[in-house]
């Protein structure tokens, strides 16, 4: 099933693509992709949303990737075959509520084969509470697909959409009984000893080895890339160098950086008081083979009947904020054979049947179906 | 190496989890979700140790405890120990892997994985959870330390306020010393707290019950299982004593055998309980004297009626000669009249009893009834050779007063008859003064006078009756008990001054109210002029009793009367509307058929100035009788000269 990409200040164009949807008795769900810049006002957008018939999950993200292409704008329609349970979810308020919510909206979506899509406001701060509140009620029972929807400004706004229209500090699931075949990996390595996280809040990692955080990260990095931290220059150095929390028999959990403020480091995702973390260092050869690698876990877990030449790529922004151009490449490794789209994210989140769910960040999530 | 290293720093991170919480929950919910991401698995729960046996109290992911997967897992583990050297139990169930690890006596933890621990690090993880295990207990100990001691201070505090708050005294002691005292404690005795904690416990108790107090002495109480209950007297501070109803007890008190008293202030209940026993025994001393009283009323009524009956029948003897009838007539009237003041003494107390003595003011001179009652009882001393003297204060024209006759003349008969009585040789003499608002009346003999210590009891009913059966003077007992309720209802005193051996002054004050009017001189029989027999007065004797209508025929006709009978109420109306002349009713008031006053209006319908009085056996009054038409009354028994005097007078007045 082939997605479909509008560029921006076409919503006649979207408008009729909606329209089609609607029509198409092969079209179950539908899920909507946003680009952050030129996007469509809510004003415009939700009359659209609120007329279609089909099922829309979907967020605004970063950026898109339509047919191996990066998008920095417009609007992709992934139509889905099988029909999506969906749910919205108001991120403010408590893990009590919910489970509440899903045990009234997601009371018989317990098959082990199947599969929920997430995608949740990347500045949110209760992410962590609504992960494990998803994983508290699903366990390991379906694969978990899905990212952080944003901007790369860090600054609030109405980023996930449904049918009913786009909502900030929100997040949306949608539930199918049907089994995708998921591939996950970073590339990224381990460049220092275990450090241990001495204090730290949220997103926020005040030291390591009871020393301010930036400072032990500083000396690493520094004496690792032989550059220079500057006032201005943080996340052109940070970028390559994000921290990795350590798990037994599995890949480490990325955390990213993205900012230093009072020797703080600001990271796009929640690190624990008391973890150990290890700074890590990739290079476009290690980000390739990662998302190679991703491509591959994908493909052996697919079974028949599965599209093997449409692949959907939930791919870090900042993976793209690294390579740079270079980024193009990694979309042909994933794309070699097939037909790549997806969303560039602000953390991704999945998970394969094995463990507890986590929001990654710096990771590449390949899905086929 | 690197690789160990992280495990290192793992099992490290694991340790370190638990620090910073201080409650078992609280450690488990930060540890719980780090032991799922560090060790890479799907699944951890406790199953904790309850009452021997293992319940499930946390799991993640919650809705795994649904799943019969796991209600398999946990039913395995709970009835399986590691074996030997075993670092855990594990089980491997449709693709997962689960491992149960103890967490000492707390419980076990059990982690489901996707793939299989290196089995290296399932030893290397036992330690860690082994300590987190043990970090469990201490929490849960501390947390039930301190549950228990919440649940001490609130104790504590519930039976401090109990303490408080409780009218009943609470003492703490050991040795007699006082330990402890309670809020009621400081109001029954008198004593502040501090001030009690310097006291002994004998310090509180009345001298008089001391000696019950020590037989109930703490070590007295040792071993016993109920406590010891009984009554005391207390001294409490600047108060009168005080009855308590004490507990005594034995406990622990910090650390020391100690005795526990409960008291609560009896004396009301005592002071109630000592007026029921008063009343208790004045009602079966008063029982005892009536019983007397009737015996003795028995006794006195029988005597006379003995001479009665007697006589009488001696009287209807063919063979009497003139003298011996004389005898026997003088005797017959002698004891009827005795008869007849029994009777009235009977009536005059019954009333008195009933509250329906009622005073009844008139004029009266004093000096009058002074001379009436010389001239009554001056036989009566001079057949025991007695001087009887008269003193009277007033000049006749102002000893007018208004009082209420009938009751004076008692109380003074009364009193001059006890004197002539109890005097065997000497004086009696009697009279009044004027003492200021009060006229004082007085009764003088040389008698055997009476003991001191009977002047209180003297007035009381009964009271002479009480004497033993072989008393010496004859009478009811009830003669001076009338005279004191008369005076009192009167609004007077009396009192007396005697010695035994040495003869009795009764004295007794009534209000002197002087008449507006002169007083009429009372109408004497022999002053009487009785109008020239004149055959017209006929007389109705309304009457059933046939021997009482005889009776008063026999009067009426010494007085020309003619005489009609009625044997009740309706015969009285009916012969009254038929006999027109009729001048003068006696009605009977209980009769059979119609009672004599409901005749008595009938009769005024037709007739309303017919003189009629009212005679009967019973208790009625004047009033009463005037109140239905009557115009006068009689109570039976009368004289011949009370008969007579009544009639006169009602037909002058009318």
């Known amino acids: ?369 | 190496m690197v690789e160990k290293n992280i495990r290192t720093e793992i099992l490290l991170e694991l340790v370190f989890s638990t620090s910073g919480e201080l409650n078992d929950q609280l450690i488990l919910k930060k540890s719980i979700p780090l032991y799922l991401r560090k060790l890479n698995c799907f699944l951890v729960g406790i199953l904790k140790n309850t009452e021997n046996k293992l319940k499930e109290t946390m799991l993640i992911p919650i809705v795994a405890s649904k799943s019969r997967e796991w209600g398999s897992v946990k039913s395995y583990f709970t009835n399986r120990k590691p074996l030997g050297d075993e670092p855990c139990s594990q089980l491997f169930l449709e693709g997962s892997y689960y491992y149960a690890y103890s967490l000492n006596t707390y419980g076990v933890l059990v982690l489901g994985r996707k793939k299989p621990f290196d089995e290296t690090f399932t030893y290397e993880l036992q330690p860690v959870l082994n300590h987190l295990g043990m970090i469990l207990i201490q929490m849960r100990e501390i947390e039930q330390r301190e549950r228990a001691e919440k649940s001490l201070r609130e104790s504590e505090l519930r039976l401090r306020t109990i303490s408080d708050t409780t009218t009943t005294g609470i003492f703490i002691y050991n040795d007699e010393k006082i330990l402890y005292a309670n809020r009621a404690a400081e109001r029954f005795t008198g004593y502040c707290i501090a001030e009690l904690m310097t006291l002994k416990i004998l310090d509180l108790v009345h001298p008089d019950f001391k000696d019950i107090f020590q037989e109930h002495r703490l070590d007295n109480q040792q071993g016993k299982k109920d406590s010891s209950h009984f009554e005391t007297k207390i001294l409490p501070n600047n108060r009168e004593e005080c009855w308590m109803d004490i507990n005594i007890g034995v406990m622990e008190w910090m650390g020391e055998q100690a005795g526990i008293i409960s008291a609560f202030d009896i004396t009301k209940r005592k002071e109630m309980e000592e007026d029921i026993i008063k009343a208790k025994e004045k009602a079966e001393e008063s029982d005892r004297l009536k019983t007397a009283f009737l015996n003795n009323i028995s006794h006195e009524i029988r005597t006379p009626l003995n001479a009665i009956t007697g006589f009488s029948a001696l009287l209807t003897m063919p063979d009497n000669d003139p003298v011996s009838q004389s005898m026997y007539i003088d005797s017959i009237l002698k004891s009827s009249d005795h008869l007849l003041s029994i009777v009235y003494d009977i009536i005059d107390m019954s009333n008195i009893e009933a509250k329906a003595a009622n005073i009844q003011i008139s004029k009266v001179n004093l000096n009058t009834i002074i001379d009436k009652l010389y001239k009554q009882f001056l036989n009566s001393a001079s057949d025991k050779k007695l001087n009887i003297f008269k003193k009277t204060a007033l000049q006749f024209e102002k000893a007018a007063i208004k009082t209420d006759p009938s009751k004076l003349i008692k109380i003074l008969s009364n009193l001059i008859s006890n004197a002539i009585k109890f005097t065997t040789t000497g004086n009696i003499s009697f009279g009044y003064e004027v003492k200021g608002s009060f006229i004082e009346f007085f009764v003088s003999d040389t008698g055997i006078g009476i003991p001191h210590e009977l002047h209180s009891k003297i007035f009381e009913k009964f009271f002479q009756v009480e004497k033993d059966l072989g008393r010496q003077f004859e009478g009811t007992g009830l003669g001076l008990s009338i005279c004191k309720a008369f005076v009192e209802n009167m609004g007077g005193e009396i009192w007396l001054h005697a010695e035994s051996g040495s003869g009795s002054t009764f004295y007794f004050t009534l209000p002197y109210e002087k008449p507006g009017l002169p007083v009429k001189p009372e109408i004497q029989l022999s002053e009487v002029s009785i109008p020239a027999p004149k055959k017209l007065r006929t007389a109705l004797i309304a009457e059933d009793n046939q021997i009482n209508f005889d009776l008063m025929k026999t009067y009426l006709e010494s007085i020309d009367f003619n005489i009609i009978q009625a044997v009740n109420g309706i015969d009285a109306v009916e012969i009254c509307r038929t006999q027109k002349n009729i001048d003068l009713i006696l009605m009977d008031i209980k009769m059979p058929g119609l009672d004599g006053y409901t005749a008595t209006r009938q009769i005024r319908e037709f007739l309303p100035d017919v003189t009629i009085i009212a005679q009967t056996a019973y208790s009625e009054n004047k009033e009463d009788a005037i109140k239905n038409g009557c115009n006068d009354f009689i109570s039976k028994p009368f004289t011949q000269k009370q008969f007579i005097s009544k009639v006169m007078e009602s037909i002058n007045i009318s």
């Open chain 1, 1 to 369: 099933m082939k997605a479909s990409y509008i560029p921006p200040d076409d919503l006649h164009s979207l408008e009729s693509h909606l329209i089609k949807t609607g029509i198409d008795n092969d079209i179950k769900s539908l899920l909507f992709f946003m680009a952050y810049n030129e996007r469509y006002s809510e004003e415009l957008l939700i009359p659209l949303l609120q007329k279609s018939i089909k099922p829309i999950i979907g967020g605004v993200f970063p950026e898109l990737i339509f047919n191996g292409e990066r998008k920095q704008g417009g609007v992709i329609l992934l139509p889905l075959p099988f029909k999506l349970n969906t749910q919205l979810f108001d991120l403010s308020e408590t893990p009590e509520d919910f489970l509440k919510q899903l045990g009234s909206g997601q009371k018989d979506s317990q098959e082990k084969s199947s599969t929920l899509f997430v995608f949740i406001d990347a500045l949110s701060s209760n992410k962590v509470s609504f992960i494990e509140s998803l994983f508290n009620f699903f366990s390991i029972n379906p694969t978990y697909i899905g990212g952080g929807a944003g901007s790369l400004k860090f600054e609030p706004f109405s980023c996930i959409i449904t049918n009913n229209g786009i909502y900030a500090n929100a997040a949306i699931i949608g539930w199918v009984n049907k089994k995708i075949a998921l591939g996950v990996a970073h590339g990224w390595h381990s460049v220092s000893a275990p450090l241990k996280v001495t204090k730290a809040r949220k997103n926020q990692l005040m030291s390591i080895n009871w020393k301010p955080a930036f400072e032990v990260y500083k000396e690493i990095v520094e004496a690792h890339s032989e550059m220079k931290f500057t006032a201005d220059n943080f996340f052109n150095i940070a970028k390559s160098y994000p921290l990795g929390i350590s798990k037994i028999d599995a890949e480490m959990v990325v955390r990213d950086p993205f900012m230093v403020i009072d020797n703080v480091l600001h990271m796009v995702d929640n690190i624990n008081e008391g973890e150990y973390i290890e700074i890590l260092h990739g290079n476009l050869d290690s980000l390739l083979a990662g998302a190679l690698k991703a491509r591959d876990i994908a493909i052996s877990k697919s079974e028949d009947g599965m599209d093997k030449n449409s692949v959907f790529c939930i791919d870090c922004i900042s993976r793209v904020l690294y390579m740079e151009n270079d980024f193009l490449k990694e979309l042909e490794t994933i794309g070699s054979d097939a037909d790549v789209t997806g969303i560039l994210t602000i953390g991704e989140i999945a998970n394969s049947e094995e463990s507890f769910l986590e929001i990654y960040n710096k990771t590449i999530v390949i899905g086929l179906w």
